[in-house]
C-alpha cells in the first residue's frame, strides 16, 4: 500500500516555465487536497476535489490549474512559473467516516529562478 | 468563511517542561472537525489527533494531551514532560461542514525542546 505518491521530489523551474505535479493515491480516497508550504509558514489550500470530475479553488488558487479525471489522480499543473511559487508542494487525500485524517505525501520542492 | 489561528509562533522550553500549544478557531458552522498535525525537522506531515464539534471531551494520549472549549473556539495542545524528540512544527487545522469541505491550517507553532 502506497498511500499518497509525489513526484517528483525536487525540481528546479525558470520563469516562465510550465509544469505539472503529480499525485496519486492507491487508498479509493475521494476527498484531494494540494497545499503549498512557504519556508518558516503554515500550509496554505490550493485546490481541492471532493470527487471525480468535480474541483474547487483553495485559498491561494492563482498561477494554478488541476484536474480529477480519475479517483487516484489530482494533478496541480503551474503555467507561467514565477519565482513566488517557490515552496514546498503537499497533496494530501482524506476519506470522510470514522478515524478521518489527511493522508500526506512526502512533498514536492521547488525552486522558480 | 473559516479562520485558524496559531499566535505562538516559536516556543523554545528546557527538556521534561511541560509546554502548551494554542489554536484557535473562526467558523459560522455548527458542524466541524478539528486536527493536529506534527511536521518533525524530516518535513513529513503526522497526524496526531481529531476532534468534532459535538465532542468537548478532553483526550490524553500518553504525554499529549488536549483541551477543546467551544466557549473560547479553542483547541490547545499540551505535551507533558517535553521531551527532545517533541521538537517539530505543529499545525492546528479545521474542517467544516458545509458545502465547502475545505481544510484549513494555522501556520504552526515551531518548538524546540532543549537538552
Known amino acids: 500500500n502506497a498511500g499518497v505518491t509525489q513526484t517528483p521530489k525536487f525540481r528546479i523551474l525558470k520563469i516562465g516555465q510550465s509544469m505539472t505535479l503529480q499525485c496519486t493515491q492507491d487508498?479509493?480516497?475521494?476527498?484531494m487536497y494540494w497545499y503549498r508550504q512557504d519556508p518558516g509558514m503554515g500550509l496554505k489550500l490550493i485546490y481541492y476535489s471532493v470527487g471525480a470530475g468535480i474541483t474547487d479553488k483553495g485559498e491561494v488558487p492563482n498561477g494554478y490549474n488541476v484536474s480529477r479525471s480519475t479517483t487516484e489522480d489530482f494533478p496541480l499543473r503551474l503555467e507561467l512559473a514565477a519565482p513566488s511559487q517557490t515552496s514546498v508542494y503537499f497533496c494530501?487525500?482524506?476519506?470522510?467516516?470514522?478515524?478521518?485524517?489527511?493522508?500526506f505525501g512526502s512533498g514536492t520542492q521547488l525552486s522558480v529562478l | 468563511a473559516q479562520k485558524v489561528t496559531q499566535a505562538q509562533t516559536e516556543i523554545s522550553v528546557v527538556e521534561k517542561e511541560d509546554v502548551t500549544l494554542d489554536c484557535v478557531y473562526e467558523?459560522?458552522?455548527?458542524?466541524?472537525?478539528l486536527f493536529w498535525y506534527k511536521q518533525p525537522p524530516s518535513g513529513e506531515l503526522v497526524f496526531l489527533i481529531r476532534r468534532n464539534s459535538f465532542d468537548e471531551q478532553n483526550e490524553i494520549s500518553g504525554r499529549y494531551s488536549w483541551n477543546f472549549q467551544k466557549s473560547t473556539s479553542s483547541f490547545n495542545f499540551t505535551i507533558t514532560a517535553s521531551q527532545v524528540v517533541d521538537s517539530a512544527v505543529y499545525f492546528c487545522a479545521l474542517r467544516t461542514m458545509n458545502r465547502d469541505d475545505k481544510i484549513i491550517f494555522g501556520k504552526g507553532t515551531r518548538l524546540h525542546i532543549l537538552p
Open positions: 467558523t459560522r458552522d455548527t458542524t466541524y472537525y
Open positions: 487508498m479509493n480516497h475521494n476527498y
Open positions: 494530501a487525500s482524506s476519506y470522510r467516516g470514522p478515524n478521518e485524517k489527511l493522508f
